[in-house]
């Protein structure tokens, strides 16, 4: 493996396995990341022939699922398994830390607001005569958005740390569904067992 290579998935390594044991302590949350990936797979499918319904699909079940197991589900006290303070994982969160979440999510539901106050969207669109017309118009804007999101957070880390962490960044992110099925596909068993949080956090 070439030197340039080695490095990217040594890093891409990392950054899962940071994530992995920062923020997936709650069996729950896994469980939700589980359906995350599942309908993000089916998104991506989706992408091939209606953009704009892989879009919807992406965001009112894969992003929404994934949010509140973050937001409801996980441990924010003191990590006794890292032996770290929440505040410190959020500051050192390569991606979106709970704060950058709250704007992302806040954008997306103010999204179809916008787009059914001002129809046509200042003439990006012609203005929307049903709800199908209307969803298929949110679609699109909502992919944008994801994009948006995904590139500007690539030249945030590029400011802030380096090209290649970046990168690393979303190439994480593109491929979280196909390792999220690989690490959680037993949450819903732990569940059952009655099992709320994973022991410790062990490297995959």
Not at 62 to 87: C, K, L
């Amino acid at each position: 493996m070439s030197t340039t290579v080695k490095p990217f998935f040594q890093e891409l390594a990392t950054q899962r396995w940071d994530d992995h044991r920062f923020y997936h302590h709650s069996r729950v949350n896994q469980r939700l990341h589980l359906l995350s990936a599942i309908s993000f797979l089916v998104a991506y499918a989706l992408l091939l022939v209606n953009p704009a319904w892989a879009a919807l699909l992406a965001w009112t079940v894969s992003m929404v699922s994934r949010q509140a197991g973050h937001f409801f589900f996980e441990p924010r006290g003191y990590d006794e398994i890292n032996q770290v303070t929440h505040e410190y994982k959020e500051e050192v969160k390569v991606g979106y830390n709970l704060r950058r979440k709250v704007v992302l999510m806040l954008a997306w539901a103010g999204t179809p607001v916008l787009l059914w106050l001002q129809p046509g969207l200042w003439g990006a669109f012609v203005p929307h005569t049903d709800l199908a017309s209307f969803l298929h118009q949110l679609g699109w804007m909502w992919l944008w958005l994801g994009v948006g999101g995904l590139v500007l957070r690539v030249l945030q880390l590029w400011v802030t740390q380096s090209l290649r962490t970046g990168l690393v960044w979303a190439a994480k992110i593109v491929t979280d569904p196909f390792h999220d099925i690989q690490l959680y596909w037993r949450a819903p068993l732990h569940l059952l067992r009655g099992e709320w949080l994973e022991p410790g956090a062990r490297r995959a």
